[in-house]
Structures are given as C-alpha cells and as structure tokens.
C-alpha cells in the first residue's frame, strides 16, 4: 500500500472522525435523562419523542438528500451539513423550553442527514471494491466507538457542569470538524496529493458491470424504489437500526431504572457494550472481510453470509429480556451489537456495491431513509412500553421481531451483494 500512497486512507480516517463527533451530537441527549426531567419535567413519553426528534428531519432528508449528494458531490453538500451540525448543537445548548429544544434537534437532523449516504459516496470514489469493506467499517465503527467513549465522557461532564455545557462541548468539537473537512475533503480528481499510482490502484480491479456503470448506466427512482436488493437491503437496515437506536437512546437510563444502578457507573457500564462493537465492527466487519475476499473467496456471497449471521447473532437481545443483573443483562447485549457491528460495515459499503456510480447516494438515501423510520420508531414505542409496563422486557422482545423480519429480507430479496443490471442513462 505504501508504494502507492496512503491519501485514501487519509480520507477514510477523516470520514470516520466525522461520525465520531456526529455520534456525539446524538447520544448527548440519552446521558441528559434525568437533568432535563429536572430542568423541563419531561415524562419517559416525552423523553422518548424527544430522542426521536433528530430522526424525523433526518428520515425526512434522506431521499432528496441522495439526490442532492449525486448531483452536488460529497464536498459541497458536507462542508454545508457539517457548519449546520454544529449550530445545532449550541442551539440545544441555550434551549429554554420543550419546544425550542425540539427545534435543535430537528436542525442536528437536518444537518447530519448526509452522513451516512456521503460516506458511502465517498469511499466508493476513493477506494477499490476489495478494500471497501475496511474503509467502510473505519467510519461505521466510530458510530459505536463515540457511543464507547461519549457516554462516559459526556455523563461525567453533565455531572460536573451541568447539560447546557455538555452540549456546547458537542457544539465545539463540531464547529472544529467542519474546519478540517472544509480543508482536506476533496474528490480524488481534484485532489492534487493523490498520486497517479494510487489513482490507478483506486480504480482497479474494476468487474465489468462496474466499468459500465462508472460509463453512465445508472437506475431512475421508481425503479431503483422496486429493486429486490434495494428492498432487502433496506429492510435488513430497518431492522438493524431498531436495536441499535433502542441501546444508543435507552441503555444508560434502562441500567439505571431497572437495574438500580447509580447514574454514573450506568454510564460508565453502557460503554463496554459499544466498546465490543467497535472492535468486531473494525476486525469482522471490515478486516476479516477484506482479507477473506484477498484470498479468494466469493465477494457477493462472503457478504451476505457476514450479514445473516451477524443478524443471527443480533437476536441476543432477546437475552436481555429476563435479565434481573447488569452482568447478564450486558452479556446480552454485548453479543447483540457484536453480531450486528459484525454485518455493519457490509450494510454501509452495499450501495457503492450494488448500484452504479451515479447512484450510490441515491441509493444509500433509500436505505437510510428505511434504517431511519426505525430510528424514529424504536425510541417512541420504547418510552411508551416503558411508561406502561414499567420494564424495558417487551422493548427487547420487539426488538428480537425486527431483527428477524430483517434476517429473512437479507436472505430472501438482497440474497447476494453484487451489482444490480443497470441500463444507460438517457
């Protein structure tokens, strides 16, 4: 790799330092349980509407905002979403009331709803299809690694400082990220550090669909909308996002409510879990995957069975259920993000693999237009559960259904991850 550069790389480690401070921005609000009861008096109901609140924009912007990317390219539409990310986040800083604090957070969504089809853009420019899937887990692995470390850190500055500085913080550090996107993100052609060695690496290794996709076939929106492995593939996503934005919002008060554990060692606890996903997200999900695929083995099918078992093995959560001790409760837990950590960075490189170029954001829209309705719903129906039954063990057996819903999606519509037919444009 040396011999040919490292500026991809590069670009890789910077779209992963941007979903490290994105992730930041959201799970600040799941550490601010209780001090915004005291501040605002907000119920579980309440509380669970307003962790759902990013996601409403955020869904919202997904389609359009595929389209947006595809047009526009990453570099543009980032250093304005980036710039609006952080307004965000000092908006929620000097929030007053309910309302206003609704307000920042329908902005972040807003602001960060290219996040993840833009990354997925981006490395399919920047990256080669058998180095794909570690660059992809790179920035999805800091999802969970912010979650590791965020929970922690921002709890212990709540604690100490108050909520209202805590989210200046967040504010701060992404005021500081869209400075370094804003001067180092570029498309590899107007990149003049990309060597024409690495230049020629990146765009090797080319299958044949995909040379005629990067010469203009691409798919209209009603039919990529009727694509079998778009379908699945989004389901599988919806499925995923549920559990994962049932831990990222609920985890710290759920080992705090049900389990009786004080609100500092909750935090403290809830970043072992994500600690685990980090590291299987980046050693499965990425490097494993990579190197499997090195050595030979079939891309399209390696993938989709990384994706079914990592699902398989997501259904863990159902262990959490019965749990009555924070030890076998986050055993449970811990072996579900893992599983799904494990599949996450296939889910997140699928679009650059199966759609033509000119479609990739597009495509990373639907899907994360889809991950994002169970973003929206999981917090919701959770504070709901919650409030009634006052047990997170439903929640969990809800999550168990999603996931497999989403298994059998991946098995039976998106089947392999390997390109779509495409027709010329025109």
């Known amino acids: 790799m040396e011999r040919v550069g490292r500026r991809r790389w590069r670009i890789a480690a910077l779209l992963g330092l941007g979903v490290l401070v994105n992730y930041m921005d959201r799970v600040n609000l799941s550490v601010s349980h209780d001090a915004l009861h005291q501040s605002f008096a907000i119920s579980d109901v309440t509380f669970g ?3 759902s609140a990013y996601n409403f924009t955020y869904c919202l912007c997904q389609l359009p905002m595929g389209v947006v990317l595809d047009k526009f390219g990453v570099k543009r539409v980032g250093r304005v979403s980036t710039f609006l990310w952080s307004i965000a986040s000092f908006a929620a800083a000097i929030a007053n009331s309910v309302p206003a604090f609704f307000g920042a957070r329908f902005l972040l969504g807003i602001g960060e709803s290219p996040i993840f089809p833009s990354n997925a853009k981006a490395i399919g ?3 080669p299809r058998h180095e794909r899937s570690f660059a992809t887990a790179l920035f999805d692995s800091a999802a969970k690694f912010s979650s590791a470390i965020g929970v922690p850190l921002i709890g212990i500055l709540l604690l100490h400082v108050g909520w209202r500085m805590s989210f200046a913080f967040t504010g701060l550090i992404s005021l500081i990220y869209f400075v370094l996107f804003t001067t180092i993100y570029r498309e590899p052609e107007e990149d003049a550090r990309l060597t024409p060695e690495e230049w020629a690496h990146i765009h090797s290794q080319h299958t044949s669909t995909e040379v005629l996709h990067e010469k203009g076939f691409q798919f209209t929106l009603p039919q990529l909308l009727m694509q079998p492995k778009v379908i699945g593939l989004s389901l599988g996503v919806c499925a995923y996002n549920y559990v994962f ?5 609920w985890l710290p008060t759920y080992l705090s409510q049900s389990l009786g554990i004080d609100l500092l060692h909750s935090f403290l606890y809830t970043g072992f879990p994500w600690l685990v996903a980090t590291a ?3 050693a499965v999900g990425g490097w ?4 499997l695929i090195h050595r030979g083995v079939h891309p399209g099918k390696l993938r989709i069975g990384v994706l079914i078992i990592g699902m398989i093995f997501g259904l863990g959560i159902l262990g959490a259920a019965p749990a009555h001790t924070a030890a076998s409760a986050l055993f449970w837990i811990t072996i579900s993000l893992a599983g799904l950590s494990a599949a996450a960075p296939i889910v997140w490189s699928a679009p650059s693999l199966i759609a033509p170029r000119a479609n990739v954001a597009t495509v990373g829209g639907i899907v994360n237009f889809s991950g994002q309705l169970a973003a929206i719903t999981a917090p919701i129906v959770t504070g709901y559960l919650v409030a009634r039954t006052h047990s997170f063990a ?6 168990g259904v999603c996931l497999a819903v989403g298994t059998l999606s991946y098995a039976t519509l998106l089947r392999s991850v390997e390109p779509m037919k495409a027709h010329r444009a025109g």
């Not at 934005?245 to 919002?249: A, D, E, G, I, K």
């Not at 494993?288 to 190197?291: G, K, T």
């Open 288 to 291: 494993f995957v990579d190197w």
């Open 49 to 51: 509407y307003l962790l």
């Open 125 to 127: 420019h920047w990256f």
């Open 245 to 249: 934005y049932l831990l990222l919002t």
């Open 280 to 282: 299987v997200d980046l």
């Open 394 to 399: 439903s929640a969990f057996v809800v999550a």
